[in-house]
């Protein structure tokens, strides 16, 4: 079973950086599409970036450009780089491989299971 582990969270001022990680375990990571998630408080989980085995990159307007999402099949890790952080994107962040298409960020999550997400609250 694949299990997925997400670090680099952070409290920082608005305009601030992270660089959030996502290990995943097994060996069908680089074949997998991948997506990172944010789940803001009472709200529902939300997916805002994915990317393809191939490298293919998108990501919802609200985070569009800010974020970039990258991944290193050679460590069977997924990055997500957040820069000029606004106070709407307080949330727990999650990756997960995804199902779908890539056009129009039409993925859904692979695994009914999550890992237990990274805390991201930007300050204002």
């Known amino acids: 079973q694949v299990h997925f582990v997400e670090s680099g969270g952070g409290l920082v001022q608005a305009g601030g950086s992270l660089r959030l990680s996502c290990a995943a375990s097994?060996?069908?990571?680089?074949?997998?599409?991948m997506g990172w998630f944010r789940q803001a408080p009472g709200k529902q989980r939300e997916l805002v970036a994915g990317?393809?085995?191939?490298?293919?990159?998108n990501y919802v307007d609200s985070v569009r450009p800010r974020f970039t999402i990258s991944r290193d099949n050679a460590k069977n890790t997924a990055y997500l780089e957040m820069h000029s952080l606004k106070p709407e994107d307080t949330a727990v962040y999650y990756c997960?491989?995804?199902?779908?298409?890539?056009?129009?960020?039409?993925?859904?999550?692979?695994?009914?299971?999550w890992g237990q997400g990274t805390q991201v609250t930007v300050s204002s």
């Open positions: 997960n491989a995804v199902t779908g298409r890539i056009d129009g960020l039409e993925y859904r999550p692979m695994y009914n299971h």
């Open positions: 990317i393809t085995s191939g490298g293919i990159t």
């Open positions: 097994g060996s069908t990571f680089k074949s997998n599409a």
